[in-house]
């Protein structure tokens, strides 16, 4: 049984940071993208960062510059290091592991993390 578990959220003051913890049962390397999401109010679920099985990644334009996703395989965790943080970046953040057998996609999905930037 496969689990993600994200940590790490909470209050927090505009332009402050946060490192939010996605934890897996199984070894994250083993994924082929593990993906940040966040979802705030009345808003669709948006991909802010992926990271790949050989490590590339990509960000949304929304966020570029400002958080950083990485693994750490031997702890089997992807982090999300989010600075210059804004009102706006208030959300649910959730984590999701994608793998491909075949033409098959498993998905997998954290319970997700408040974040909440406020002064």
């Known amino acids: 049984q496969v689990q993600l578990v994200e940590s790490g959220g909470g209050l927090v003051q505009p332009g402050g940071s946060l490192r939010l913890p996605c934890a897996a049962s199984?070894?994250?390397?083993?994924?082929?993208?593990v993906g940040w999401y966040r979802q705030a109010p009345g808003k669709q679920r948006e991909l802010l960062a992926a990271i790949t099985r050989p490590g590339g990644t990509n960000y949304a334009d929304s966020v570029k510059g400002r958080f950083t996703i990485s693994r750490d395989n031997a702890e089997n965790t992807v982090y999300l290091q989010m600075n210059s943080l804004k009102r706006e970046d208030t959300a649910v953040y959730y984590c999701?592991?994608?793998?491909?057998?075949?033409?098959?996609?498993?998905?997998?999905w954290g319970q997700g993390t408040q974040v909440t930037v406020s002064s």
């Open positions: 199984v070894r994250m390397s083993s994924f082929d993208v």
């Open positions: 999701k592991a994608d793998l491909w057998s075949g033409p098959l996609q498993h998905e997998y």
